[in-house]
């Protein structure tokens, strides 16, 4: 079955870092693109970064351009979320999933908890 699992979250003070993993199972990992997505307590699920399945092109969600970094390992069917120089209002649950064309999995992880204190 379709699975992913997040790790790699905690509780770091501000500007500090966090690099995030996340592994899947139960798909074609190498064909897919993947995303990572945070949600806060009343809101919507949001994508912060997308990696293509080749790994060749990126792109980020405005508020975190140049602070986080995705990238992936086909390999070990894992996607890397890095982190840097967070802020307070990073803090969130981080998931991962599949994007197809904007469609993902019905299937999510428990996700991880990333706290970002002032």
């Known amino acids: 079955q379709v699975q992913f699992v997040e790790s790699g979250g905690g509780l770091v003070q501000s500007g500090g870092s966090l690099r995030l993993s996340c592994v899947a199972s139960?798909?074609?990992?190498?064909?897919?693109?993947m995303a990572w997505y945070r949600q806060t307590p009343g809101n919507q699920r949001e994508m912060v970064a997308l990696?293509?399945?080749?790994?060749?092109?990126?792109k980020y969600k405005d508020s975190v351009q140049g602070r986080f970094s995705i990238s992936r390992d086909n390999a070990k069917n894992t996607v890397y979320l890095q982190m840097n120089d967070l802020k307070p209002e990073d803090t969130a649950v981080y998931y991962c999933?599949?994007?197809?064309?904007?469609?993902?999995?019905?299937?999510w992880g428990q996700g991880t908890q990333v706290t970002v204190s002032s």
């Open positions: 139960g798909i074609r990992f190498n064909v897919y693109d």
């Open positions: 999933n599949a994007d197809s064309s904007g469609v993902n999995f019905r299937e």
């Open positions: 990696i293509t399945w080749s790994g060749d092109n990126t």
